[in-house]
């Protein structure tokens, strides 16, 4: 029995055609904006790749853009198709590759699905990320000096500043690391040398941060140095001036920003999705009603149309036996020790009697 079989008339397939054909252009526009969305994400990763660590985290945003142009694609073939399904005589010429067509778009809008849900399963791989690329660039803070590491300093700095931020989990992680190079410490100075004697790996560890970690609306000023220290500073208390400096750290700010990005991507995929199911419904009704009236032979009459010809079950058991019997088209009975050829009978045409000749004997 035919799934959500329904009746069309001429004048109902012609309509449904000239809508499908509009909503296929339509769909040309949603493809431009996956391909625009992708492209969109992907700049906004490459923004921070410098506090990124190499990992996989442009299969989403790369994913978008190859759906996007693809889509394009399918959906111009979509549109043609539609647009000469009006003439049943068109209609022969894609009567063999519709139904092809169907399948793959099916296969297609999953991909589609698939990047919608990675937009939102994205958050575990981009903070690991996040984590690992900002810890080595606070540790490569102080090498403004060094080439391919002196542009670190200033890019963290903006960070800090632009994101409100403080760290990689939050203004502690500076007292852990050397930010200051040994070129801009007083080696005369023996608080300085005492502080990196101190220090097993020999490195000058202080509770201070940098500048780019002050709050700016902070109503006294910054204090970056000796923060943990009430008795250095007048009217201080390290544990309430939540108002001196960024509270939260850069992984946590990114995390958000990014998050809230790809959330608002992964509706619209998902949007898109949904839209193009339907329209790929509408294909497939159109599909079905044009075979039928193939099949009766009059262009005006009245048919059917369904999403699939049997049920679910019949259809997918259909389906598996073709499958199954693909690889025995070509098969060859080797029954009777392996020899295809044991029970074909040997004919031999000697002449009009079928009379063996004479042997001829050897001369001796």
Known sequence: MAVLKVKFTRNKRD???????????VSVVTGIILFSLGLFLKVEINKQREVMSDRDIHSVPNMLIAVGLIACGINFLGGKICYDCVDTTKFLRWKLLMLPYIICTFFFTFCILVGALMCYTMRNELE?????????????????DMPGRCFLKRTLDMLQIQFQCCGNGGFKDWFHIQWISNRYLDMSSKEVVDRLRSNVEGKYLMDGVPFSCCNVYSPRPCIQQ????NSAH???????????????????????YYTQIMQSIGLTVLIIWLFEISVLTGVRYLQTAMENVLRQGDPDCECDGWLLE????ETARSNFNIIKNLGKCNQIDTANNGDPNIDVPLTAHYGPDNVPPKEIPLAN
């Open 15 to 25: 309509k449904l055609a000239q809508v499908l054909w509009v909503l296929n252009w």
């Open 128 to 144: 690991e990320s996040l984590n690992l690329g900002l810890r080595d660039a606070m540790r490569y803070y102080k090498d403004t």
């Open 226 to 229: 000796q923060i943990t220290n």
């Open 234 to 256: 007048f009217n201080y208390d390290y544990q309430t001036e939540e108002l001196n400096l960024w509270r939260k750290g850069c992984r946590e700010s990114l995390l958000e």
């Open 310 to 313: 049997n049920g679910l079950v």
